[in-house]
């Protein structure tokens, strides 16, 4: 599981071939032993890592929308996924 950002405490990470279970494509945050899943859009689809850190998230998420689509092609083929900078 490639962590592909990290910023404010609040690590992000993208599986390879991980286009199944959440039928859309996302990425995982881990912020302070929580987990939540994240749509491209920012958009909470499941778990809870706070209200803060979730606006975070979708903040980068809005900032990062072209690295993020481009990160999930390569991830779902298996392929090395790029890290994509902080929140400005």
């Not at 609040?10 to 929580?34: N, Q, T």
């Not at 994240?38 to 979708?58: Q, T």
């Amino acid at each position: 599981m490639p962590k592909i950002s990290e910023f404010f405490g609040i690590s992000v990470y993208m599986y390879w071939f991980d286009d199944s279970r959440h039928k859309l494509p996302h990425f995982h945050a881990l912020f302070e032993g929580k987990m939540a899943v994240f749509g491209l859009d920012g958009a909470c689809l499941a778990g809870d890592i706070g209200p803060r850190a979730s606006r975070l998230v979708k903040e980068w998420a809005t900032e990062r929308r072209t690295e993020l689509n481009a990160a999930w092609e390569k991830a779902i083929k298996g392929k090395e996924v790029p890290w994509i900078k902080a929140i400005n």
